[in-house]
C-alpha cells in the first residue's frame, strides 16, 4: 500500500497544474516505482483498486471522484488535499527503503 500511495504522491507532484490524477497515471507510477526498486511481484490493477478504496475510506487520506465531462472515457481522479506533497514524498520514500533493505 506504501508503494502506491507514493506513487500516488509523486504522480500528483508531477502534474503541479492539477489537483488530481487519474487510477491509470497512479498505476503506471506505481509501476515505475516498482521497476525503481527491482520488485517483480506487483500488485493486480484490481489489488489497486482495493488500496486506494481503503486509503479514502479506512485511513482518509486521499479523495477520490469519476472523471467528467471533458474526459475520454471513464476514470477516477485522485487528489490527496495536504499542502506538502514534497515531505509526504520524502517520508514515503524513506519508509519504503527501509522496509526494502530490511527483507
Known amino acids: 500500500e506504501k508503494l502506491f500511495l507514493l506513487a500516488i504522491v509523486n504522480?500528483?507532484?508531477r502534474k503541479r497544474d492539477?489537483?488530481?490524477v487519474t487510477?491509470?497515471?497512479?498505476e503506471d507510477e506505481y509501476i515505475?516505482?516498482?521497476e525503481k526498486y527491482g520488485l517483480r511481484s506487483r500488485r493486480s490493477?484490481?489489488?489497486l483498486w482495493h488500496y486506494?478504496?481503503?486509503?479514502e475510506n479506512t485511513w482518509r487520506i486521499i479523495?477520490?471522484?469519476p472523471s467528467g465531462k471533458g474526459m475520454r472515457g471513464r476514470t477516477t481522479l485522485?487528489?490527496?488535499?495536504?499542502?506538502s506533497l514534497d515531505v509526504l514524498a520524502q517520508e514515503l520514500t524513506r519508509l519504503v527503503e527501509f522496509e526494502l533493505a530490511v527483507r
Not at 487510477?23 to 497512479?26: D, N, R, V
Open 11 to 13: 504522480a500528483l507532484r
Open 78 to 83: 485522485i487528489s490527496i488535499p495536504y499542502e
Open 45 to 47: 490493477h484490481g489489488q
Open 18 to 20: 492539477s489537483a488530481y
Open 52 to 55: 486506494l478504496k481503503d486509503m
Open 32 to 34: 515505475m516505482i516498482c
Open 63 to 65: 479523495e477520490t471522484r
Open 23 to 26: 487510477f491509470g497515471e497512479a
